[in-house]
Nanobody
Framework: QVQLVESGGGLVQPGGSLRLSCVGSGFKFDNFSMSWVRQAPGKAQERISTIDKTARATFYHPSVKGRFTISRDNAKNTLYLQLTSLKSEDTGMYYC????????????WGQGTQVTVSS
């Protein structure tokens, strides 16, 4: 079955950086676009970033554009999200997503990794 396992979250001070990773298994990783979705307390879920299967096309939510970078290593079945210049409003649970037929459809979710930005 499809499995997505995230890692790399933690507590970081404002202005700091983190690198999230997500290892996929149970499906042909390089056949699917992948996304990161953030769920912050009391806020609606946000699709933060998406990368297509060949890594030629990407999407960033306006709130993270210029600060976050999505990438993937298809040989390692791994998706990454580099977070820099972190702000308190970046706090939330970050989920790795296997996209469906469109970038707005979600076929599978990981268990999430918590990012907390606080001094």
């Amino acid at each position: 079955q499809v499995q997505l396992v995230e890692s790399g979250g933690g507590l970081v001070q404002p202005g700091g950086s983190l690198r999230l990773s997500c290892v996929g298994s149970g499906f042909k990783f390089d056949n699917f676009s992948m996304s990161w979705v953030r769920q912050a307390p009391g806020k609606a879920q946000e699709r933060i970033s998406t990368i297509d299967k060949t890594a030629r096309a990407t999407f960033y939510h306006p709130s993270v554009k210029g600060r976050f970078t999505i990438s993937r290593d298809n040989a390692k079945n791994t998706l990454y999200l580099q977070l820099t210049s972190l702000k308190s409003e970046d706090t939330g649970m970050y989920y790795c997503i296997k996209n469906g037929r469109t970038w707005q459809t979600y076929d599978a979710w990981g268990q999430g990794t918590q990012v907390t930005v606080s001094s």
